[in-house]
Every structure is written in C-alpha cells, then in structure tokens.
C-alpha cells in the first residue's frame, strides 16, 4: 500500500486545512499522526473504514475530524480552529487490523506497516 498526502500549508491561527491521504490500494484502518520539531510523532485521529466512531488524541477532540471515501481509498483529515501547536509534519498510515485491535492500538505507530511521506502544516 503506498500512500500519499496532500493539503499541508500555512494558515494563522482560527483557520481551517483539510488533509487528504490516497493510497494505492484498499486497507482497513486508517490514522494520522503529526511530529513537531523536537517532539515524538504523535497519533492525531484514526479511523476503522469498515465503520465504527473514529478516535482522536484529546489534544484536537472538537476541532479536527477524520473521515473517509472508501470508492476512492482516500482519508481525510478536517483540521478547523487551527492552533500554532498543530504546527507539524502530518502522516497518514494504513494498516490490516482486526477491529478488536484496532480499538485497542489505533494510536500505536507500530501497528502500522504502511506510511506516507508527510505533508507540512504550519500555524502562526
């Protein structure tokens, strides 16, 4: 599975950017996370594309939204009241997990085997 993001850039802060992750092929679940400057990367929101409620890292409950077109094998990422701490490289990563799994470990980097290159946001 190869994927690719797209939808990075600059915004103030109060501003919106939505994020998109195609990839090659089908998968089950889905996620993004995010590495700021000197900081570990991070899970931001995951998403089982079978359904089930996605998750997200507290940090951006209420602003961000992950979503899914699954004719297309896109997964998107909505980012609203962008804030300079969102400031980062954002990845999207794909994976086959179980939904038992899935509830337990979307966070998790290691159970992804699939990611893309990054895509830069930027809030100021």
């Known amino acids: 599975v190869q994927l690719v993001e797209s939808g990075g850039g600059s915004m103030q802060a109060g501003g919106s950017l939505r994020l998109s992750c195609v990839a090659s092929?089908?998968?089950?679940?889905a996620a993004w996370f995010r590495q700021a400057p000197g900081k570990e990367r991070e899970a931001v929101a995951g998403?089982?594309?079978?359904?089930?409620?996605?998750y997200y890292a507290d940090s951006v409950k209420g602003r961000f939204t992950i979503s899914q077109d699954s004719a297309k094998n896109t997964v998107y990422l909505q980012m609203n009241s962008l804030k300079p701490e969102d400031t980062a490289m954002y990845y999207c990563?794909?994976?086959?997990?179980?939904?038992?799994?899935?509830?337990?470990?979307?966070?998790?980097?290691?159970?992804?085997?699939?990611w893309g290159q990054g895509t830069q946001v930027t809030v100021s």
């Open positions: 092929t089908y998968f089950y679940c």
């Open positions: 990563a794909a994976a086959f997990l179980l939904p038992t799994r899935y509830a337990r470990s979307w966070y998790m980097q290691s159970d992804y085997p699939y």
């Open positions: 998403l089982y594309l079978g359904g089930g409620s996605p």
